[in-house]
């Protein structure tokens, strides 16, 4: 039951990794290079998250350092930039619901401000949920980059032949 979960959160990620992908009209060749990277990390962080306890920021920052990692890998096989292969697979790890719920009570905190027992609620609420989000979204950008900063060399020349 486990390796069936994490393998349908795999593949819903692929799904999503391919439709992200279609948006920024990449090479063809690299569509299934974004589906396993989407997959591979997807499942990464459902897997730490469900099974290690560990937190969705944390989570988050190994599955895009892998992600990253192998994007370095698959640029060279697909000849695509990095970013070409590890953008759209980033997207479907975005925490959305903790996004629209800061933003429902950023809504909420504005209708009841009067209130104070109310508006103190919703600030709470307001500030988890942007904390949360800010944090994952910076950790996502920072384990897929990292790899450009600890070898750039290496990232900016993987789309060229060996002479």
């Known amino acids: 039951m486990i390796l069936t979960d994490i393998l349908i959160d795999g593949l819903l990620a692929a799904i999503a990794g391919i439709g992200f992908g279609a948006i920024s009209h990449p090479p063809k060749r690299a569509f299934k290079y974004i589906a ?3 997959a591979v990390g997807h499942a ?3 897997a730490l998250m ?5 937190d969705i920021a944390t989570a988050s920052f190994c599955a ?3 992600i990253g ?3 370095l890998w698959f640029g060279r096989l697909s000849y695509c930039p990095m970013t070409v292969l590890y953008i759209p697979a980033l997207l479907p790890m975005i925490p959305g619901m903790y996004a629209y719920k800061s933003v429902l009570a950023l ?3 504005m209708q009841h401000f009067k209130d104070t027992v109310l508006a103190e609620q919703y600030l709470r609420e307001l500030s988890s949920n942007v904390i949360v989000t800010v944090s994952t979204v910076f950790l996502l950008a920072v384990g897929a980059t990292i790899l450009i900063f600890i070898a750039p060399k290496l990232a900016y020349t993987m ?3 060996n002479r």
């Open 50 to 54: 469900n099974y290690a306890a560990c």
């Open 64 to 66: 895009s350092f892998v």
């Open 159 to 161: 789309t060229r032949r």
């Open 69 to 71: 990692l192998l994007s």
């Open 36 to 38: 396993i990277l989407a």
């Open 107 to 109: 809504v909420m905190f």
């Open 44 to 46: 990464l962080r459902y």
